[in-house]
């Protein structure tokens, strides 16, 4: 530990020391994510034997976007300068939102830094699949990650004929996503339409109870914790003609990539029980 302590200390002053010095990465590196969306996608098109580890919201229940059994069977990190070194990977994939600390001090370790940022439509997480698979070695398993990602979109489109259902995904806070985003674009494509973008609210607004109450949706997608948020259940809700209320993973909301695929399926489900509701 006291190696380790002064080997990174060295490092971190811009005198990198032997130790640390990388040789050309292999054609399957070790790849450490730190970003819970990129380790949804390495657990799908990565060899686990190339994973040095992932973030520890992978590894939370409540948190986590992924097999939570899987990503318990490898280390969990908090995204700190020290793991990394621990952990010894060929390169770090993170999101786009990496301090400047902590970016210079990777580049001091000599350890690559892989940004992914935020996907605001199936195009730009199908591109991340892409990034990461090819960063992983395994441009054929993104591929056929992408390929099962369309269709589960074109297994929960709707018929060309049906009326976009007004759908409300309504979180912990009463905040509403906005247009621009993944979770917009998956209800574009499944046959809804998006309430709280009809009413003018941006991403991460905060939707008031009263203003559900006077201008109803058809849909209210619940994405939060009822128990923790006595809102989203409100029993003033049951009493409004039309609108049905459906729960709503939140964790379906934080991630693209295989995530799509879930949210295309419990979509498809939600509009499949609306319309047959409405029908009778």
Known sequence: MIRLAAALTLALAGCSPPALTRAPHPAHPAILSINPCSDAILAAVADRAQIAGLSAYSSDPAQSSMDVGYARTLPATRGTVEEAVLLHPDVVVAGGMVSPATRAALTRL??????????HNV???EAQV???ARLAGHADRGAQLNAAIEASLASAAPARAANPIRALVWQSGGMVPGTGTLIADLLARTGFASHSAALGMRQADVLPLETVLARPPQVILAAGNAHSDPALAHPVLAGLRGVKRYAFAPALEWCGGPTIIRVAARL???RADYTRRAVR
Do not use: N, R, V, W
């Not at 350890?111 to 996907?119: F, M």
């Open 268 to 270: 498809a489900q939600i």
């Open 110 to 119: 000599g350890l690559p830094l892989a940004e992914t940022g935020i996907a």
């Open 130 to 132: 892409m990034q990461l």
């Open 123 to 125: 195009a730009e997480s």
